[in-house]
């Protein structure tokens, strides 16, 4: 099969790799598309610190199932759950698996899906109408980061919100976050490409100077209700406190690369709630699962490009370019990439 293997720092090379010797409880997944994400930039520089060439990277995985011991996933089109969790830890015995102590992802501690064919357990893979189109199918993964962050939220509906950052995870958070009855939003983004997605979705921008929080609270006077951190960029940072109002909660979606300076006296005087975000729970998942198959969110709108896996290193270089294109997906096989074209 062919497969897109990281071998160093920016070096990926397409080139063939045995197809995935199924274990038991496994499924061997005809991949359709690959979604691009943050993770697998760090990858892709040589920067993640779990990550060991050589390597097929990808988490992001929609595919059809063609082979394994599961009858009823035999020919479905399934979304991956990428977690690894130990089972055995303290967070895995609570039923926080999301949060293992040794928590791990395909495509960095087992291969994924930038290839043609994957290997995943039946428990991991997650049957999606067909009905759906493949490119939408395709966002999945990051909705139900979306999905987590706002449950993390505690939203109930008729919160103001703000979300910094306005790459997938934020587009996706706001939508979310309007699905489930956010009464304002407003997305804070120095991109004048993805602000204007932004607007054409409906949400006020601002963009991101180094007063945006003012600008949040001229817009809403006394702060939003809920913050999401989308960007984890230090000025970002630096804002969150201001942007959120007394009693406020801010949402840490984004993963910061190093430790920041946040005011924590400010969250202490102003009683505000900090609450942090990692992945997914299954739960979480499978909401967003019926979110795409019920088309509640209209994910259609989203602008995405498609490669073929020989173009896996021009797609690599769009996704790290934050232009037009939201999402950047790789599809290994010539059909689905067609498909995904429509």
């Known amino acids: 099969m062919r497969a897109a293997i990281w071998e160093g720092p920016d070096l990926v090379r397409i080139a063939d790799a045995p197809r995935p010797a199924l274990r038991a409880g496994e ?4 991949v359709e598309l690959t979604g ?7 990858i892709l520089h040589g920067t993640h610190p779990r990550a060991a060439a050589p390597l097929i990277p ?3 995985v929609t595919g059809r199932v063609v082979s394994g011991d599961d009858p009823e996933l035999h020919g479905r089109r399934v979304a991956v759950l990428p977690l690894l969790s130990c089972g055995t830890c303290t967070p895995c015995r609570d039923g926080l698996a999301h949060v293992c102590e040794r928590l791990g992802l395909y495509g960095i501690d087992e291969p994924g899906g930038l290839a043609e064919f994957a290997a995943f357990p039946h428990d991991r893979l997650f049957p999606v109408d067909d009905a759906v189109p493949v490119r939408t199918a395709a966002l999945i993964e990051p909705l139900a980061v979306a999905v987590h962050a706002v449950r993390r939220s505690g939203l109930t509906g008729g919160e103001t919100v703000a979300v ?8 996706l958070t706001a939508l979310v976050a309007q699905h489930y009855g956010a009464r304002r939003i407003l997305v804070v983004e120095p991109g004048d490409d993805r602000r204007a997605l932004a607007e054409t979705l409906g949400f006020e921008t601002l963009p991101a100077t180094d007063d945006a929080a003012e600008a949040i609270r001229a817009a809403i ?8 951190d989308s960007a984890a960029h230090p000025s970002v940072a630096q804002q969150l406190p201001r942007a959120a109002a007394v009693r406020g909660t801010i949402v840490l979606v984004g993963v910061y690369k190093k430790p920041v ?3 924590l006296q400010a969250v202490t005087f102003t009683e505000q709630t900090l609450v942090g975000v990692r992945v997914y729970t299954t739960a979480d998942f499978r909401d967003a699962v019926g979110l795409v198959e019920s088309d509640a969110l209209g994910l259609e709108r989203l602008p995405v490009s498609v490669y073929d896996l020989a173009e896996t290193t021009q797609a690599f270089a769009e996704a790290t370019s934050a232009g037009s294109a939201l999402k950047v997906l790789v599809a290994p096989d010539t059909v689905a990439a067609a498909e995904a074209q429509r």
């Open 27 to 30: 499924s061997l997944v005809h």
């Open 36 to 42: 691009l994400c943050g993770t697998d930039f760090s």
């Open 58 to 60: 990808g988490h992001e």
């Open 164 to 171: 910094f950052g306005a790459g997938p995870i934020g587009i």
């Open 221 to 228: 006077p006394g702060g939003a209700r809920i913050v999401f």
């Open 261 to 263: 300076e946040l005011d």
